[in-house]
């Protein structure tokens, strides 16, 4: 099983949609868990931290299930500006190790 | 702008030639970490320091790679006889041991080509 796996994507949805992305990994020792945004040949960027108890940022939830070693990411009412690869990263010992990322277009 | 800045942005080089790369972390972060990220797949992580103690290297990074962090400030990536398969976006990272999520902030990259 690899360490961290991404849904593969990609995702095409309309303006407004909500739209889901999973995440398992396979080291239970993980301690922190991340949603970064990248956008075409440009570097990631921090979105959101995913804390045990789940957390919301406008338009933006992030779960956790440690039981299940899973993490989510949910955008709602979906904007052509979240159009990006999205990357899941768990950290473990300081270091991070990603998943593929899964690519996000939002359509007009 | 006091984000993670990186130079060169993109360097072009022939086969068997070294590069250096810079990175210029958030100031007073005290860990800096190097990855590495090719098409289609999220980085992978190289080597990261606290401090100037590089506390950690990827079995990814061979012995044609070295890294330091001389001062515990910037950090420089060196890659000797450079082989095409090291053609990469080079992306450079740095986190503060204050913040207990060790949120690491990531800078634009240097792309490197290898001809």
């Known amino acids: 099983r690899k360490e961290v796996e991404q849904d593969p994507g990609p995702f095409n949805v309309p303006e407004g949609a909500t739209v889901a992305f999973n995440c398992t990994y396979s080291?239970?020792?993980?301690?922190?868990f991340f949603w970064y945004r990248q956008d075409c040949r440009k570097e990631p960027k921090l979105l959101m931290s995913v804390y045990s108890s789940g957390n919301e940022d406008g338009r933006f939830t992030a779960q956790l299930n440690r039981a299940s070693q899973y993490i989510s990411l949910l955008i709602r009412d979906s904007k052509l500006s979240d159009s990006a690869t999205y990357l899941c990263?768990?950290?473990?010992?300081?270091?991070?190790?990603f998943g593929k990322g899964t690519l996000l277009t939002v359509n007009p | 702008d006091t984000g993670v800045s990186q130079d060169p942005r993109h360097k072009i080089t022939k086969r068997g030639q070294n590069v250096t790369f810079r990175c210029d972390p958030i100031?007073?972060?005290?860990?800096l970490y190097w990855y590495r990220q090719t098409l289609g797949q999220g980085p992978e992580f190289l080597t990261y320091f606290q401090n100037e103690a590089q506390l950690e290297k990827s079995r990814l990074l061979s012995d044609r790679f070295s890294a330091e962090r001389p001062k515990g400030s910037f950090s420089t990536l060196e890659i000797q006889r450079t082989e095409q398969g090291d053609s990469a976006m080079y992306l450079c990272?740095?986190?503060?041991?204050?913040?207990?999520?060790?949120?690491?902030?990531f800078g634009p990259g240097t792309r490197l080509t290898v001809l």
């Open positions: 990263a768990i950290e473990g010992d300081y270091k991070l190790t």
């Open positions: 100031s007073e972060h005290n860990r």
């Open positions: 990272a740095s986190s503060t041991f204050a913040s207990s999520y060790n949120e690491q902030f």
């Open positions: 080291n239970s020792a993980s301690q922190s």
